[in-house]
């Protein structure tokens, strides 16, 4: 089983929309360029070639310590649980390195996602219209 996680490219994050449950919401499209516009890195990881997620982190500034992080999962995250989130795991640290501090929003019916987050250590905030507000947070920020 080959694993890959790499700078995605512009299609990659159409394709992986077009993979996943959340294709079906209607304007999501305009809305997933918006966020890879913005964002400073977006990332495709893949299983045998095939996606199973692209992910990006926004940060509101140049100097900011603080990204936001958006994702979207394919079924392949499904066949493939504990490697996923090992994989996931590595790039949260790699992503803290710049961004101690990592917040976003997950969909309160998405039972994936909100698993997938806890195994990352999220702290869940009270639901909002965006969805359920979460922080991850460098476990040794503001340390040696």
């Known amino acids: 089983m080959k694993v890959e996680i790499r700078n995605a490219r512009y299609g ?11 294709h079906k919401i209607s304007g999501m499209e305009i809305r997933l360029d918006y966020m890879a516009l913005l964002s400073q890195y977006v990332w495709v990881g893949r299983v045998d070639g095939e ?23 394919t079924d392949k995250v499904d066949d493939h649980k504990f490697l996923f989130v090992r994989y996931s ?3 949260i640290e790699r ?24 195994w990352l250590g999220a702290v869940f905030g009270e639901i909002t219209e965006k969805g359920i507000p979460f ?7 503001g340390g040696a």
């Open 89 to 91: 795991q590595r790039m």
């Open 95 to 118: 992503i803290h390195r710049e961004f101690p501090r990592i917040i976003g929003h997950a969909n309160p019916g998405d039972d994936r996602s909100l698993r997938w987050l806890r």
């Open 12 to 22: 990659e994050v159409h394709e992986a929309l077009s993979l996943s449950k959340l």
């Open 51 to 73: 996606i199973a997620c692209v992910f990006g982190v926004i940060p509101p500034s140049v100097l900011s310590t603080t990204a936001y992080l958006w994702s979207i999962s």
């Open 135 to 141: 922080v991850i947070e460098r476990k040794n920020y």
